[in-house]
């Protein structure tokens, strides 16, 4: 018998495609309007994710297997001793846009209403807070006023700070369907870099970091010189016009300054800004170059200024479209996940607070903002935080300045972890760890980028005693009501009863401003909410603000008046991101092997030019060290050309973490410099310094796991058939250092370059080994074909291959990650078996016939062929 498929939804980007899953297969739902059945690469590699190679399956006391009831008992009794010791503020929380809202709601409930502290952030300060204080500022309320099918009715898209061809692929899909459909349509794109993403656009504008907003100050100001502002619009819908008009009256915002001070020619800011205001139907998507930012929050704020006064909001095809990151970050800010939130979009004035008191019933209640999450991390190494229970993040990782972050935690007296898995590195500084029941194996709702909830629903058994997280938050809370001799706020049988509940409180929206209203699912059943169907809110309209009244008191969106901070970086500095094959810290895709082909090292991104004047060299290592405060570390990378970068600027991803290369994670070296208004952290421009290191050995072993020596750097891939490691030492590595296992032989070689060594073990036939490990030691960087030497393990030994291999250099990079097509091969098919179209390569090699994510690389190499015989021609 077939077995049921289960709708749900992807675990990673806001995007929040719809899958049809079940344990044989997981394919994107046709049904769901987020996505209408496509799927990208770490969608489609989702059947691969569940194969992890180590899950959490016990709760663990320091390391000792204990109960569900005494690691709850423990917690609740921890929190009860800290809040009559050293108060309420002396207990935290630190959560994640990865949870579900029912986990969020009661996590939320918990630490506000009955810990009586709004000390609870989460990862979304690191990733959407400065979208959310832009919001609030503008409209009175954390609303994205945009749907994803506005794409298809814009006639200007401008992606801003964000590389949504690698980070949001199928809403990026969307954007090329519609540039299909119609042809007028223009793409812009601002981003410092030359990504992938500005590759496909009409217009990039390379600007200068943080020069965005200068660049939408310039363009109020040109609207208002052209005359292009739509007076009415701002007459009847908003407030605080004249500040701004003042604002950008300053000589700085002229054109011609605007692009001296952005490094860009007056012919590209003028075509920009002559869209703008041409074109009648106008989106601005924007992401994490605009929101993890210094002036993160006023870059929000220009940009909905320019809105604002051309009316190009509140319109189809029209609007500010903050690009979402995580699945459920929209979710966890509509239960109030962030520490300056209260609850259902509300803050923490007096009527508020009182109105959420008295829905929850609850002995207590925050009555100020808590700790944004790096002040928590700061107070957390002061030994203010007694209790920290850390759930679905890695700080140690993610987190600027994470060597503090490690100080921190090692410090502080009890720190709970709730992780799937035990290799996550922050679980190392847990005294207490809980295993939470991962994505499939447990349900609730997510909202993503759009809006739109949609349900997440098992389709797995939980592994062990694992659990989902609201379990876990509940079984706490009915314990601590107990010490505190309270009624239980904690007695939910199910998610629905949760989502009831939080449904329910939003009722205090309903005769405001306010959109975010569920009260009519208040008393939903069990079965209608089994039975869920993606749903957008606001729940009475098409679309937000569509009447023109915003969710001010008033009734009128803010002018926000919002000055150019300087945009001139000193030195090299770092701007950080995302690849398009890893998720964050890579604990749920650092083991699919066609994932993990894309980048297989850590690797600093550099302009060849700038890399020349101080001797780095590709391949080789270089140092990066901090130079902003006290986050001077230094990592190890490898050094790669890029030319999309500019003059001092490089790049490298944060994804690099546990034993994949946890010594070369990247926010060792990035200062926690933060917006003032909403403390995001500005992962994308951090001062440093880089230099080349005099490694005396590089190394490459490949093959069934063995000690090796511990070296200064080391990264670690899982390919199909082995996993390889790759390693450096500034001391000479020496053959000695490496030893065998019982029962195996060694064969060494010497090579030009360095020397060889193979492990085989014997198998039944006394002649016959089989190869069990390949090892190669340099004084230079090894180029050998990875993949050649993988395919050699388990292989019996012959002499010929070893040689061979020997031999073999790697020169092509991965393009396709789902059929592992390479540029080198997409070459030979255009060069030599005549493709011309990415029909014909297609239908050759298959790239990017499945999710797609790859097509705008596939592209540039095919226009790259097509530039050079426009060129001959
Ligand atoms: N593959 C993949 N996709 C993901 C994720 C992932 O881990 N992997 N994570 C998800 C999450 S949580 C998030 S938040 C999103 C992030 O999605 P994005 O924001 O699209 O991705 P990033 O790579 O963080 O950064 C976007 C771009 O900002 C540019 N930038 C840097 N400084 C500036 C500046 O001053 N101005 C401008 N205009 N641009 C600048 C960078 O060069 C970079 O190309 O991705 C989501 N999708
Ligand atoms: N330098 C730099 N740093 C950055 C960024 C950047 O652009 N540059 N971006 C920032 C942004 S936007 C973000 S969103 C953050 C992301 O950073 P993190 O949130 O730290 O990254 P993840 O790897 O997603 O961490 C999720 C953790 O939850 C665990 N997990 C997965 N599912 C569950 C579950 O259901 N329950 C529980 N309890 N645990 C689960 C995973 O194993 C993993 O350990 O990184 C930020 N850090
Ligand atoms: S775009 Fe990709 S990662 Fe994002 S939700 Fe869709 S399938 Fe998942
Ligand atoms: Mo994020």
Known sequence: MAVKKIQTTCPYCGVGCGVVANKESIVGDKQHPANLGALCVKGSALKESLAMPSRLLYPKMQGKEISWDQATDEIAQRIHQAIQMHGPDSVAMYVSGQILTEDYYVANKLMKGYVGSANIDTNSRLCMSSAVAAHVRAFGEDVVPVNYEDIAHADLLVLIGANTAWTHPVLFRQIQQARENNPDLKLVVIDPRNTVTAEQADLHLAIENDGDVSLYNGL????????????????????????????????QYRLENVARALNLTLNEVTTFYRWFSHKAKVLTLFCQGINQSESGVDKGNAIINAHLASGKIGKQGCG????????????????????????????FDTESVRLVKEYWQSPSIAAKPGLKAVDL??????????????????????????????????????????????????????????????????QGMVTNSERRMSRQRAFLPAPGEAKPDWWAVTQVGKKLCSK????????????????????????????????FDLSKFASISDEEYANWQPTQWPLDSEAPYRD????????????????????VMNGWWLNTGRLRDQWHTMTRTGHIAKLAAGEVEPTIYVNKLSAETIGLQEGYCAAIRGISDESDSCIFAKVKFDDGLSGKQLFMSMHWAGRYGGQSQVNRTVS???????????????????????????????GQERDLPSCDYS?????????????????????????????????????????????GRQTGNQQQMTVTGVLLISPQPLEQDYTAITALIGKPLSLSSIISIAGEKAQSQLVCSCFRVTDKQIQTAIEEDGCVSLNQLQSKLKCGSNCGSCLPEVNKILKSYQTIAVSKA
């Open 715 to 759: 990264s670690y891939q899982l390919d199909d058939n082995a996993a390889v490691t790759r390693f450096a030492n500034l001391t000479k590595l020496d053959k000695s250092m490496f030893s065998v296992g019982q029962g195996e032989k060694l064969f060494r070689w010497d090579l030009p370059q360095g020397w060889m060594m193979v492990i």
């Open 220 to 251: 109020l100001r040109f609207l208002i010189d052209q005359n292009a502002l739509d007076e009415g619009f701002i007459d009847a819908s908003t407030e605080g016009f004249s500040e701004q008009v003042e604002e950008v009256k300053s000589e």
């Open 320 to 347: 500010p479209f903050s690009l979402t990151g995580q699945p459920n970050a929209m979710g966890g800010r509509e239960v109030g996940g962030l520490a300056n939130q209260l609850a259902v979009h509300r803050g």
């Open 484 to 515: 505190l001799n309270c009624e239980s706020g904690f007695e939910f049988d199910s998610e629905a009863a949760v989502f009831r509940e939080f449904a329910g409180l939003s009722a205090i929206n309903t005769n405001s401003n306010h959109l």
């Open 377 to 442: 991390f700061e107070a957390v190494e002061a030994g203010k935080i007694k209790v920290l229970w850390i759930m679905a993040t890695n700080p140690v990782v993610s987190l600027p300045n994470s060597d503090q972050v490690r100080r921190a935690l090692k410090g502080c007296d009890f720190v709970v972890v709730s992780d799937i898995t035990e290799q996550s590195d922050v679980a190392e500084y847990a005294d207490l760890v809980l295993p939470a029941a991962g994505w499939g194996e447990k």
């Open 548 to 567: 023109g009244v915003f969710s001010t008191p008033s009734g009128k969106a803010q002018f926000v008046a919002v000055t150019a901070p300087s945009t």
């Open 672 to 702: 926690s410099v933060v917006d003032p208004i909403s403390g995001q952290p500005a992962f994308k421009s951090s001062n440093v310094h880089i230099a080349a290191v005099q490694m005396q050995s590089y190394g490459i072993y490949v």
